[in-house]
């Protein structure tokens, strides 16, 4: 236990924390952890058996970090040349076991995740990703580099995200699944590569989005996905004839700034 008159922390005996490490009020630090020098871990927050912290790398109050994850280390990319960059972690965040967060690529970038997320075993998330708040992703789902994981999203298990891809708000992506183009807010995909199968109409309703909003969703999910429309016209057609809302102006947004095009109805293909 380290105490002073500001920080009383529970550290076990065993683990290995560099004396540049800002430790917060009631943390607990957990046999052989090793913690950098440029880290920072607020107050609350557990850190199990055998995780290690590295790089210039911040984790918000009251999260778990299971045995075994790795945070912070240097990015898996050819381009890294030892500049210095960022993990942020957002309160109440768990990482499971053996997961890994890394740092990103380029003098003063980041990659981060937001709060109340669920990061199972076996996750990764690689450099420069940017990871909403509320998101989960299932055992070995892995994020490639500079993908965005909007708020509320669920990525299934053993799923493979390329990079620069972007998963929209309260999106739902099926176990196994390959994304290789974006994800359309407040839909389903599945599928090796993926496609659309529908609305995420539980999702919606558990993130208390109100009724009128998800009936406003369902007439621009049509016109997208039922009308045999090009994305322009899609675009042009849900801005005439279906009313605004928050939720609506959202979808928009993300549609016109697709840049990888987006994953295709089922429809599309028969």
Same mark, same amino acid.
């Given at each position: 236990?380290?105490? +002073? +008159? =500001?920080?009383? $922390?529970?550290i076990h005996d065993t683990a290995v924390i560099h004396p540049g490490a800002r430790i917060g009020k009631n943390v607990q630090i957990g046999p052989y952890a090793v913690i950098g020098e440029n880290v920072i871990i607020d107050e609350g927050t557990k850190i199990g058996p055998h995780?290690?912290?590295?790089g210039w790398t911040s984790?918000?109050?009251?999260?778990?970090?299971f045995q075994g994850a790795s945070i912070g *280390? *240097?990015?898996?990319?050819?381009?890294? $040349? @030892? *500049? =210095?960059?960022? &993990?942020?972690?957002? !309160? /109440?965040? =768990?990482? /499971? *076991?053996? $997961?890994?967060v890394h740092r990103a690529t380029g003098e003063g970038e980041e990659t /981060?995740?937001?709060t109340d997320c669920l990061m199972m075993a076996y996750t990764h998330v690689a450099h420069n990703c940017i990871v909403g708040n509320n998101v989960i992703m299932s055992n070995a789902a892995t994020l490639a580099g500079h993908v965005v994981v909007e708020d509320r999203a669920v990525i299934g @298990?053993?799923?493979? &995200?390329?990079?620069?891809?972007?998963?929209g708000r309260n999106a739902m992506v099926g176990g196994?699944?390959?994304?290789?183009? !974006?994800?359309?807010?407040?839909?389903? &995909? !599945?599928g090796h590569p993926a496609k659309v199968a529908g609305l995420n109409s539980v999702g919606m309703a558990r993130a208390g989005i109100a009724l009128d909003s998800r009936r406003n969703i369902k007439k621009a999910y049509k016109?997208?996905? /039922? #009308? #045999?429309? #090009?994305?322009?016209?899609?675009?042009?057609?849900?801005e005439q004839e279906v009313d605004s809302c928050s939720e609506v102006e959202h979808f928009l947004r993300f549609l016109r700034n697709a840049e990888r095009g987006i994953c295709r109805s089922r429809r599309d293909i028969e």
């Open positions: 236990m380290i105490s +002073n +008159n =500001k920080v009383v $922390a529970y995780v290690v912290i590295t984790i918000g109050k009251d999260c778990v970090i *280390e *240097e990015p898996q990319d050819l381009k890294f $040349a @030892g *500049e =210095k960059s960022y &993990v942020f972690i957002g !309160d /109440r965040t =768990k990482i /499971r *076991e053996c $997961a890994t /981060r995740i937001g @298990g053993l799923t493979g &995200v390329h990079q620069f891809v972007k998963i196994a699944s390959k994304i290789v183009q !974006d994800v359309v807010p407040y839909t389903i &995909v !599945d016109l997208l996905y /039922r #009308s #045999s429309l #090009s994305l322009t016209q899609a675009i042009s057609m849900i």
